[in-house]
């Protein structure tokens, strides 16, 4: 284990800091490079860019992922857009204030240099991504287009359509492929990392399975690389992939890699609400609609009444008896407030009787206005002179298909409902998660030679994430960051021989993970995998750790947790019928990941429970202002929580980083 402690290099400045440490730096020569082996595991944004970018530089990578194929990965389901500090709209964004938006957003709970670090290497993503033909949304003057998402005042998100992750996924699956046909990257998909095999303290190789025969196989390399996503189906219900899980960053935690501020789960405002019992997913509504979409909820119960049961339709409600409450309470940011505020000013609004739908559980987000504004400039812009209402609504809705039609498309198949002439309903959901291994300014794990990057590391974000910016980090770190930083550890490994995967260590680790998956297949219980994930998620989770938690919530449901834990090994039925579990067999790949949910669930209660304040997305009932608004306490708690594993039983131990900020001074989040 090596030394707890951030490794911000030193420097004049904050804005030098990162320029300086890359010009001094260790290097790795190209002919030792060749000596060199890294595993990276996770494939998507975080990961493709990274293997892609190491093969390029010419270590010997071996990529491994889940899916059938790297383009499966969840980075694919992002949609809104990626920010970069490039001013193109000329209104005053620079690398200084998406620095200073990143830093606030996250209720100053991040690393000031890894955040301006990010906001630097923001604007050579854009041109990196452009290089590779991503093709995002131009002006009519050919320049690349931008808009504006929550927290920000000025627009420097860039988009393609509705489909950002999936054509930046594409741009990053291109560069691994072309790795991967020059011999560089070694792919192996349809691969579950599920263990870490640490030698002389530091990580040597994984122990994975393959999902297609069941087997384990042993895969060794000189430093290992997490790119995994993150761990918000721990609620069950999320915006999440099903396949999203915890497994690889969880396996490390428990061989050393301290786990920070597990509590920082980001709720998303703009998300379709729950419909059923039976329903194992929501679907995410861009951010981006906040653009154009006004928030609304009826102003009187009468109403609220009549539009619940259908005796009214929203479009029949006048203006004067609609609350724009978004717009009403923070002026200065109207409907782009941060997603936190966004998402618990929802849940107030249907905690007093507001909410529609047939479950009270959503909110509207109306298009009828931007519809009429688009409508009348296209108008001005086409030369139609006295245009009539119906001709403005069809022109309106042609620019708000063209920049939000997959998104209606969407919305429309799956409520059945059409956003262009009824109001989308909308309620917050579990999107992301802030939280994740604990890294140091290398990207460096408290074990030498693991990284880990994006969402599965904790570093950029704080306690909320703004929008735009997970696309961000992720390829901030694939494709300029982790490639110079592993080269600091890489450096001192030159003469380091090929990973012996005979070694005992090896052993040890396959067969710890051997009889965790025999123990599951012999308990022959009598309840499904499905129903303890549900259990675990809706009715303890979000209940007691979702967006509002409070003391005496945390301890009863680390206790539910436990409870529900002990019955999970004692009455889960896996379907199976080789005994080592030698087969595929999709239903043990799902036990072997809420095993590990139930592990963090616990650490997220007790994480939420140490935190005596508000920020961000963790919101505890007894820590707000009379507003309503978080209460943080910079004195006490401006720190990151960095969780040292201590057995299943026991306690884990919390490590401190205090965070300090020289660059920005801070002060009460407000959006008024």
Same mark, same amino acid.
């Given at each position: ?57 010419? @270590? ?68 990196? !991504? ?42 990053? &699956?291109? *560069? ?38 069941? $087997? ?46 597990? !509590? ?13 019992? @039976? ?29 619940? #049961? ?13 609350? &724009? ?48 504004? &688009?409508?009348?400039?296209? *108008? ?41 002439? #009824? ?95 025999? $123990? ?34 945390? /301890?009863?449901?680390?206790? /539910? ?8 090994? /004692?009455?889960? &039925?896996?379907?199976? #019928?080789? $005994? ?79 965070? #300090? ?9 407000? @959006?008024?």
């Amino acid at each position: 284990m090596k030394k707890f402690q951030s490794n911000v290099p030193e420097s004049k400045t904050l804005a030098e800091k990162w320029t300086e440490y890359r010009s001094n730096m260790p290097l790795v020569a190209p002919n030792n490079k060749r000596n060199i082996e890294v595993i990276v595991v996770g494939t998507g944004l975080a990961g493709a860019s990274a293997a892609a970018t190491l093969g390029e530089l010419g @270590y010997k990578v071996k990529a491994f992922c889940f899916h059938d194929s790297p383009r499966r990965a969840h980075s694919i389901a992002a949609q809104g857009g990626i920010n970069a500090a490039k001013n193109y709209q000329n209104d005053g964004d620079s690398v200084y204030r998406l620095f200073y938006d990143t830093v606030k957003g996250g209720d100053y709970r991040s690393r000031e240099a890894n955040v301006h670090r990010l906001a630097e290497v923001s604007r050579n993503i854009i041109d990196q !991504c452009v290089a590779q033909g991503v093709p995002f949304a131009r002006e009519y003057g050919g320049n690349l287009a931008n808009r504006s998402f929550g927290g920000v005042q000025v627009s420097r998100t860039f988009y393609a359509r509705g489909q950002t992750g999936q054509q930046l996924l594409i741009g990053a &699956y291109s *560069a691994l492929s072309r790795q991967i046909s020059l011999g560089n990257v070694k792919m192996y998909n349809r691969h579950e990392m599920l263990d870490l095999v640490v030698i002389d303290n530091k990580a040597r190789g994984i122990i994975a399975r393959n999902l297609l025969t069941g $087997k384990l196989e042993r895969f060794g390399a000189h430093a290992v690389v997490l790119g995994t996503g993150g761990y918000g189906n721990v609620f069950y219900l999320s915006t999440n992939a099903m396949g999203s899980n915890v497994t690889a960053s969880w396996v490390a935690h428990k061989r050393g890699a301290y786990f920070a501020n597990p !509590c920082f789960c980001q709720i998303h405002p703009t998300c379709i609400p729950v419909s059923g019992d @039976y329903q194992s997913k929501l679907t995410l509504m861009s951010e981006s609609l906040r653009n154009d979409g006004r928030v609304w909820v009826p102003k009187h119960k009468k109403d609220v009444e009549a539009l619940r #049961t259908g005796k009214m339709k929203p479009t029949d409600l006048a203006e004067e008896d609609r609350d &724009y409450y978004l717009e009403r309470i923070y002026p200065a940011f109207g409907n782009l407030v941060p997603r936190d505020v966004a998402s618990r000013a929802a849940k107030y609004r249907c905690d007093d009787g507001h909410g529609v739908g047939a479950t009270g559980l959503s909110v509207y987000l109306d298009f009828a206005s931007a519809v009429i504004r &688009y409508g009348k400039s296209e *108008a001005i812009s086409q030369g139609i002179s006295n245009p009539s209402e119906e001709e403005i609504k069809q022109l309106g809705r042609a620019v708000v298909e063209k920049k939000y039609g997959n998104l209606f498309e969407m919305y429309e198949k799956i409520t059945g409902e059409d956003p262009y002439y #009824t109001p989308m309903r909308i309620y917050p959901a579990i999107h992301y998660t802030m939280g994740g291994i604990w890294v140091d300014y290398n990207l460096e794990t408290s074990i030498p030679g693991l990284f880990a990057t994006g969402e599965c590391n904790f570093s950029d974000h704080g306690a909320n994430r703004l929008g735009a910016s997970a696309l961000m980090q992720g390829l901030a770190d694939g494709y300029f960051v982790l490639p110079y930083t592993i080269g600091v550890f890489l450096s001192k490994e030159i003469r380091t021989p090929m990973t012996d995967t005979s070694a005992p260590e090896f052993e040890a680790v396959e067969n710890d993970v051997k009889n965790k998956i025999k $123990k599951l297949l012999s308990i022959n219980g009598t309840r499904s995998v499905e129903s303890f994930h549900r259990e675990l998620g809706v009715d303890i989770m979000w209940e007691y750790c979702g967006m509002a938690r409070n003391a005496e919530g945390l /301890k009863l449901g680390r206790q /539910k947790v436990r409870a529900l834990r002990d019955r999970f090994w /004692k009455e889960v &039925y896996i379907p199976h #019928t080789d $005994k080592d579990g030698h087969e595929f067999n999709p239903e043990l790949e799902k036990a072997l990941r809420v095993a590990d949910f139930f592990e963090l669930a616990e650490l997220m209660m007790v994480d939420a429970l140490d935190r005596n304040e508000s920020c961000g997305g963790h919101f505890r009932d007894e820590y707000a202002t009379p507003e309503g608004e978080a209460k943080r306490n910079d004195q006490d708690y401006a720190y990151v929580s960095a969780w040292e594993y201590n057995g299943l039983d026991a306690d884990p131990i919390l490590h401190k980083e205090e965070l #300090t900020f020289n660059d920005i001074e801070l002060k009460t989040r407000s @959006y008024k």
